[in-house]
């Protein structure tokens, strides 16, 4: 074996027999993007405590500002090249349910506004509670749905 070998194994081999455990990794944070997209479209969501929202924006939607429930709020995009994203209806579905709890069906209704259409369900939650979420969309002309995952946790008090 040639000297720059062994010059380049001497650390390693070092480093096995000293017994100290790597330095952790630190962890990164997972943002969620509040979107997914497939081909020409693209669903957007979010979610907010009822509790949170402006009185003109729950008055004008029919929901109780309260902060145990939760809106979930849903649209639908079309994508076209090197133009902006033009919202379009769709069919959407969902589930909700806690950690320990059989999922139950998100009733969604549409709202119109701005000549957009979005999509609107309020759930109950419990402070700290940890809520999933699975959400879908079939726009007009898609080949599949759009899907997404998610998980919420409100501190309600």
Known sequence: MTRAWLALLFPLIAACGSGAPPPPVEARQFEDPGFVADGDFEMRYGTVLAGDLPDEVATRHG?????????????VLQRRAGEVPVPVEAEVAGTWRGLVSEPRTLDFRAVAAHEAVSYLAVVPVVDGEVILLELRARPPGATRPLEARITRRFDTR
């Open 63 to 75: 929901i109780e500002r309260r902060n145990d429930r939760m809106v979930i709020n849903l649209s």
